[in-house]
């Protein structure tokens, strides 16, 4: 799934066009290791392997083709690099990095992992630009099984909501709720325009980078649930 900028978020949306391209993993820690495995098992070759620690490039020279990003031969619009790390905090200074080198945004692949893995970073949750696509990714998952969402309100008697939407994902729970008997009643998109003799089954909160601030505030307004869509799409 590409973002405005037209960078790939999506590992397997990305193997779907990505024989024949010369492709650098970027990051050679464990997760690294995990998505060099992956693309192989694939039968995708890997053009290279890069990192910013020149000792473990070094130490990987046996097992994979490595070199440092500056060793590079051919223009940077050739390749597609892969930033396989799963701190966020390194990848935004990856992505800069990249950047600053000439790497087009188009030519970026960010694979997130998944959610339940050993190799998600929570602190990705708390980064607007990141948690977005992040919470995409995982609602594109969950919509694998076309009728998981529904089934999460409709299993716990939430058939009436109000749903307090951001830009970045406006209209996304009306296509998971179209067919089911759950309906949104009323939407909003700031705390003051919660009404309190309004009457609801539950809150579903898509903003999860202030969601513990909305969820104290409405809290003290309302006792119906206050609901986090990242766990919706988890259930």
């Given amino acids: 799934m590409k973002d405005s900028n037209g960078i790939e ?5 990305f193997m779907s066009y990505a024989q024949g391209r010369k492709i650098v993993i970027f990051g050679a820690g464990k997760y690294g290791n995990h998505v060099y495995e992956t693309l192989r098992e694939n039968d995708i070759d890997i ?7 020149k000792d ?20 940077q619009e050739e390749y597609y690099f892969v930033i396989a790390i799963a701190r966020i905090e390194i990848v935004k200074v990856i992505r800069e990095q ?3 080198y000439g790497v087009p945004l188009e030519n970026l692949v960010i694979p997130f992992p998944e959610s339940g893995s050993i190799y998600f970073d929570g602190l990705i949750m708390f ?8 919470l995409k990714e995982q609602w594109m998952r969950a919509r694998q099984d076309s009728r998981q969402i529904a089934d999460y ?7 009436r909501l109000m749903v307090f939407e951001i830009d970045g994902l406006e209209g996304w729970l009306d296509q998971d709720l179209f067919y089911s008997k759950v309906v949104i009643k009323r939407k909003i998109k700031d705390l003051d325009e919660f009404a ?4 609801f089954d539950g809150i579903v909160v898509l903003d999860e980078v202030n969601y513990e601030m909305i969820e104290e505030e ?11 869509i990242w766990d919706v799409v988890r259930f």
């Fill in 218 to 228: 409405l809290m003290h307004k309302t006792e119906v649930p206050v609901i986090s």
């Fill in 9 to 13: 978020y999506n590992l397997n949306d």
């Fill in 153 to 159: 309100f409709e299993t716990n008697g939430l058939y």
């Fill in 127 to 134: 980064d607007p630009q990141y948690c977005i696509q992040a």
């Fill in 98 to 100: 990249l950047e600053a």
């Fill in 47 to 53: 053009f290279a392997i890069c990192d910013n620690n």
């Fill in 56 to 75: 473990k490039l070094s130490s990987l020279k046996d097992r994979y083709p490595v070199c440092a990003l500056e060793d590079l031969k051919c223009t």
């Fill in 196 to 199: 309190e003799n309004e009457e």
